[in-house]
């Protein structure tokens, strides 16, 4: 008969107020109270967000060199720096885990359809970065990461939101 005591702590389902309560979550998680993945499953878990953070960098890699106004280019541009920043945050975090940092070297190119407005391809630039922004969200809610995992995830949302934002705003610029 096994004793709760010998469950392996990241085994054990997640507190039932971190799913009923979000809010408590910082007040039961001051000092590294409550119960962490492992760092084999924070690697498993983190390596599908670089991918997809790598998939992103592409994307607005593509979509800078297709568009046709340099004011907006270099908009992108400027995010495209803060997003190879986080992505190397995220690889960072992957490797002082143990784990392999994603290449990219099987994706293929990413080609934007040339008969697209600027307009165009800056709205589906943000649906890429809606999509990744809210796969981070689900990933910081689904488990509990330890602290650094956690506070490295909650900075790319806060930056993705922000690029959201200026998105939105370039977009609504060139409907004008």
């Known amino acids: 008969m096994r004793h709760a005591h010998s469950i392996p702590p990241s085994r054990l389902p997640p507190h039932p107020s971190f799913r ?5 979550r910082p007040i039961l998680n001051k000092g590294g109270a409550g119960r962490y993945i492992s760092r084999e499953e924070s690697v498993q878990r983190l390596i599908p967000i670089a991918e997809r953070q790598l998939r992103l960098l592409r994307t607005y890699d593509a979509t800078r060199a297709s568009i046709a106004d340099a004011g907006i280019r270099a908009q992108v541009d400027a995010m495209m720096a803060n997003l190879r920043t986080e992505m190397a945050k995220i690889s960072e975090t992957i490797l002082s885990l143990g784990g392999a940092t994603p290449t990219g070297a099987g994706m293929g190119a990413l080609t934007p359809d040339a008969n697209d407005s600027d307009r165009a391809r800056i709205q589906s ?3 890429t970065e809606r999509d990744f922004s809210a796969a981070l969200r689900e990933e910081t809610d689904a488990v509990h990461h330890q602290e650094r995992s956690r506070a490295i995830l909650g900075f790319n949302i806060e930056v993705s939101d922000k690029r959201t934002e200026r998105l939105r705003e370039i977009a609504a610029d060139l409907s004008r």
């Open 20 to 24: 009923m309560f979000p809010a408590l």
């Open 125 to 127: 630039l943000l649906d």
